[in-house]
């Protein structure tokens, strides 16, 4: 499956974005899908994940009751509804697939950059 993150962009603090992404095929509602980040200088963090059916989420710690994970298996699409973003969101925002639900990450997006200034 091919992944296509969107939505990034420059927000200040207290504000909000969603972000999209995309994956081709037929088969999308196999897959767990994730997002995750990584800000300049550190290591890449998880953030959500959803189940395949959509039921299922997971966040985490760090924006646990800011941002909510979502999608939809008929448009082949994950969504990240980011609110209350802060500086410390500032990072290149991934998407993710996994194929067998094991925390094993098939497929990655390009990535989209979150900027957000105080």
């Known amino acids: 499956v091919q992944l296509q993150a969107s939505g990034g962009g420059l927000v200040q603090a207290g504000g909000s974005l969603r972000l999209s992404c995309a994956a081709s095929?037929?088969?999308?509602?196999?897959?767990?899908m994730g997002w995750f980040r990584q800000a300049p200088g550190k290591e890449r963090e998880f953030v959500a994940t959803?189940?395949?059916?959509?039921?299922?989420?997971h966040y985490g710690d760090s924006v646990k009751g800011r941002f909510v994970i979502s999608r939809d298996n008929a448009k082949s699409a994950v969504y990240l509804q980011m609110n209350s973003l802060k500086p410390e969101d500032t990072a290149v925002y991934y998407c993710a697939a996994d194929s067998n639900g094991d925390d094993n990450w098939d497929y990655w997006g390009q990535g989209t950059l979150v900027t957000v200034s105080s």
């Open positions: 095929g037929r088969t999308f509602s196999r897959y767990v």
């Open positions: 959803i189940s395949r059916s959509g039921v299922g989420t």
